[in-house]
């Protein structure tokens, strides 16, 4: 059935996913389409996947370096890491054979903040891409791609990789068409101009992405759903932890720092904690908000449905099962509300400081001063990458992190004396939220922060940091942001060896 592929030059390279393999050399870079489990392509990296198991068999070398718009998939990075396909990796994964692999050295990985990736490609600094391989649900007449649920670096892929595949998924609704907005201008220094976006539902460019058909060498048919992650229901620390935000919302409303009733666009990361921190927003009776974030995920979805949220702009649609029925069920009403933009636009530096959006992420860790650990299991087990979540802290009106106070039935207190990995320092934190509270470190000290740390830890874990904090202090020369430096990292030194962070355990 090919009524989605509608240009003859286009259904004239029609191939299998097994054909498209076949063109795909050993140590090729590929740019894959995809975005936290959306949009990713489903045909052939299972056929990359088989090639390297049948080349691995006969003795031969197959391996490819992968590129991403963020995390896509355990059909997408899980068999290829499986098959021991992969050889290197960037940026965001998610998938636990990825990130064993990852961590053991066997694959090379760098941690990309996401904005900037498309143009480290395009400026020479990464490999030269070989192939993209990029998931759509049509080509029209002329040949432009109509994109699927993910834009993520499909438009810099399609421009940069000598040659293309093109997987067009039937089960991507084709009302999706006209949803996208893809701006073609952004270029690279010295011939950079200002991006005109001015408000988050602005569109400043096409609803298509396209591609110089001579590049294309492979266009493969396929039906197949997204990843759908699943949420789990909301437990009382999320629920908290969103009421916590609401709370600092208010005080900033009342203060004349936030409008009144709408604030400001607002950035939510990815997980449990981000959709229970957008369950509170609707719980408290906001109406109309904008949002300039990078994924819509179920909470999302719900919240534009009730109207609290009027415009939703990201790069990605990553929903849930029934998510999706009630999408499909009602697309036309929520295509009034979302635009999804390339990442280097949904998390571009210049759009997010000029609109001033609100940045809310999750954190593995954050230490008394505001530093903040978003990567890294004790220092040096990757979890799942930066993502996003540098680009909208450091450009972002006010930048919030969340975590629940604890992790591991309470073994780990998420407030430390000192972060074990910095992804985000101190001067980028503004606001540190747990369900015990929000620390509000704008316009404080060091030694001020460290209060207001202190003050939102597991109280488990209270007069832990505050010994340790008091300690420092107290030392002689003890500085602008004082610690004892052989026991800043002794917490996560105890956690090692004795499975919990507790000194009286
Ligand atoms: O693991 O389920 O095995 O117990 O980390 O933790 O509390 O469920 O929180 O889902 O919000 O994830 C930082 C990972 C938090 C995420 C991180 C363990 C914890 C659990 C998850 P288990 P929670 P979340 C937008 C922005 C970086 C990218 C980003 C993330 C698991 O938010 O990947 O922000 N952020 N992108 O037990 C050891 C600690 C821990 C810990 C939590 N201190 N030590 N383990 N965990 N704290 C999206 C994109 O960029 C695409």
């Known amino acids: 059935n090919t009524d989605r592929i509608r240009s003859e030059v286009f259904r004239s390279k029609i191939v299998t996913a097994d054909e498209a393999a076949e063109l795909i050399h050993d140590g090729a870079a590929i740019g894959f389409s995809g975005f936290v489990g959306a949009g990713y392509p489903k045909a052939v990296p299972a056929a990359l996947a ?52 990852i961590n053991s050295g066997h694959v090379g990985y760098i941690d990309t903040h996401l904005s ?113 992650t699943k949420f789990t229901p909301l437990d009382d620390v999320s629920k908290a932890i969103g009421d916590n935000v609401v709370r600092f919302f208010q005080q900033e409303e009342a203060a004349g720092r ?77 295509n009034k509300h979302i635009i999804l933009r390339p990442q280097e636009i949904s998390n571009n530096p210049e759009l997010i400081r000029r609109i001033g959006v609100v940045a809310m992420n999750g954190m593995v860790e954050a230490d008394i001063y505001g530093n903040v650990n978003s990567t890294h299991v004790a220092g040096t087990k990757m979890i799942n990458g930066i993502g996003g979540s540098g680009d909208f802290a450091r450009n972002g009106y006010i930048s919030i992190f969340l975590s629940p106070s604890e992790a591991k039935g309470g073994k780990i207190s998420a407030i430390v004396p000192f972060v074990s990995h910095v992804d985000h320092t101190e001067h980028d ?50 500085g602008q942001t004082p610690h004892i430096l052989p026991e800043a990292l002794s917490w996560h030194q105890r956690f090692l060896e004795t499975g919990s962070m507790r000194a009286d355990d």
């Open 429 to 478: 934190t503004m606001v540190v939220v747990t369900e015990y509270g929000f620390a509000d470190l704008r316009g404080k000290t060091p030694r001020q922060r460290a209060e207001a740390m202190i003050a939102i830890a597991h109280p488990d874990y209270r007069d832990q940091l505050r010994d340790y904090f008091e300690r420092a202090c107290a030392r002689p020369n003890a």
């Open 258 to 334: 936030l409008p009144k009733g709408t604030l400001l666009p607002l950035q939510s990361g990815i997980g449990n904690v981000a959709n229970a921190v957008l369950a509170g927003l609707e719980r408290a009776g906001y109406k109309g908000l904008e949002c300039f974030s990078e994924v819509i995920q179920d909470g999302m979805l719900a919240l534009i449905k009730s109207g609290t949220v009027s415009l939703a702009s990201a790069t990605a649609l990553s929903l849930s099962p029934d998510a999706v029925d009630e999408f499909r069920d009602n697309i036309d009403f929520y």
């Open 50 to 101: 088989k090639k390297a198991e049948s080349l691995h068999a006969k003795g031969e070398p197959f391996q490819v370096r992968v590129y991403t718009g963020a995390s896509t998939d355990h059909a997408l990075d899980g068999i290829l890491a499986e098959s021991d396909a992969v050889s290197f990796r960037t940026p965001f994964s998610t998938d636990g054979s990825l990130r064993r692999q």
């Open 116 to 228: 900037h990736l498309a143009q480290q490609v395009e400026e020479g600094f990464l490999d030269h891409l070989d192939f993209a391989v990029i998931e759509i649900s049509g080509i029209d007449e002329e040949g432009h791609l109509i994109p699927s649920t993910s834009l993520g670096n499909n438009k810099t892929w399609l421009e940069q990789a000598d040659k293309v595949i093109l997987e067009v998924n039937e089960w991507q609704p084709e009302a999706l068409n006209g949803v996208h907005d893809v701006y073609y201008s952004v270029d690279v220094p010295p011939h950079r101009k200002p991006i005109p976006l001015v408000t988050a539902h602005d569109r400043i460019g096409r609803p298509w992405l396209e591609v110089d058909p001579e590049k294309v060498v492979g266009v493969i048919e396929t039906e197949g759903g997204d990843r759908n």
